[in-house]
């Protein structure tokens, strides 16, 4: 009897590539992202078109996108070279999808203000928020898709179904509990904005008088039409973003329900979910975390907060808290579930199979 070797299976990750990153994820996706990304910023730059608010931080944007130019074209070809710059590369994508996540904040107040208002308040600003947000997505996958070694992540066959993603799952108990946080949260907001939605009156200000200052700082007709049937529009956004927040956290979350029809029982892409909730935690936790800041200041007294249309500086301060402090809250909890979503989803990692022999006769 002599043995033989017999492979179980083929080895991955030979190529540095996986699956499911495919063009995204290889470095390809980023370094083409960069070069547009730096073509932008060298044109506002040259044209003196502000950006965040002026117009020296151009050449800074060239800069980060060329940046992902050189990390991209390291990362495609990651299993050709040197072990030394490998170990650097992961680092240098990270700190640039850092960077380009910076620059997209404000996204969702863009995509708010054209879905009511139709229009923004910058083109331009609105252009480098979106730039910046695709490029953190695409620089994110291929940090995730590269290792030290040169190869990348390869699905588990263990379980896992025919998309190579682990079989869906609930997030731990504490990222659960902050989703339940980020949700109530919301409750006192939304009944502010409902008050005024039916006609009522809250911190002073009455609901005809709200739709008014709308009016006069050019909300559309749908805004105005959703608030004279009783609909804030704010509110029925946090509504979906709770939506949100449970699908990231629930196994339901990661299958088409029934009601979908042809799309019933088929595992829900990564991005679809992931896409709104890191653009919704860029905004919304920076954004609630440095407000409730601001209103800490106000209710010392250290800073004086402006009236606006309210009367008294105790209704502006009380609206900032219900407001800004549902913000953070939410913005926290979108951030944990979001990454809790994604280790859950993400196919599992497997080493080479160990070969194993077999008797012949």
Not at 126 to 138: F, I, M, P, T
Not at 150 to 158: D, H, I, P
Not at 247 to 265: A, D, I, M, S, Y
Not at 266 to 287: D, E, F, K
Request: hydrophobic share 50%; aromatic share 8%; net charge positive.
């Amino acid at each position: 009897m002599t043995a033989i070797e017999v492979r179980t299976a083929e080895p991955g990750g030979t190529t540095g590539r996986t699956r499911w990153t495919g063009w995204t994820g290889s470095g390809t996706g980023a370094a083409v992202w960069g070069a547009g990304y730096a073509v932008f910023g060298a044109v506002c730059a040259v044209a003196g078109t502000p950006l965040f608010g002026t117009d020296r931080l151009g050449w800074a944007v060239a800069a980060v996108g060329a940046a992902a130019v050189a990390a991209g074209a390291v990362a495609s070809r990651s299993a050709r070279t040197a072990p030394a710059y490998r170990r650097m590369l992961r680092p240098v994508l990270r700190t640039l999808c850092v960077l380009a996540g910076a620059a997209a904040f404000g996204l969702l107040m863009d995509v708010i203000t054209l879905l009511f208002n139709q229009a923004v308040d910058s083109a331009s600003g609105a252009a480098l928020h979106a730039l910046s947000a695709l490029g953190a997505l695409l620089l994110a996958a291929t940090a995730h898709s590269v290792r030290a070694d040169g190869t990348a992540a390869v699905a588990s066959a263990g379980a896992a179904d025919r998309s190579g993603r682990p079989q869906p799952s609930a997030a731990s108990g504490p990222v659960q509990l902050a989703a339940l946080a980020g949700s109530l949260a919301f409750v006192p907001y939304t009944g502010m904005k409902l008050t005024w939605a039916f006609g009522g009156t809250f911190a002073g200000v009455s609901g005809a008088e709200v739709r008014a200052a709308a009016e006069r700082n050019g909300a559309s007709g749908l805004w105005l039409t959703l608030e004279s049937w009783g609909v804030d529009a704010t509110a029925l956004l946090a509504a979906l973003g709770v939506f949100l927040l449970w699908g990231l956290v629930r196994p339901w979350g990661q299958v088409f329900p029934r009601w979908t029809l042809p799309l019933h029982g088929r595992r829900v892409p990564r991005w679809l979910p992931l896409t709104p909730a890191l653009i919704g935690a860029a905004t919304l936790a920076p954004y609630g975390l440095v407000g409730i800041g601001y209103a800490a200041l106000g209710t010392t007294g250290l800073v004086t907060v402006p009236l606006g249309d309210f009367p008294t500086e105790a209704d502006v301060l009380l609206v900032c808290w219900l407001g800004l402090g549902a913000f953070a809250v939410y913005g926290v909890a979108l951030a944990a579930a979001a990454r809790s979503y994604w280790h859950r989803t993400a196919p599992t990692p497997r080493t080479a199979p160990t070969p194993r022999t077999a008797p012949t006769p």
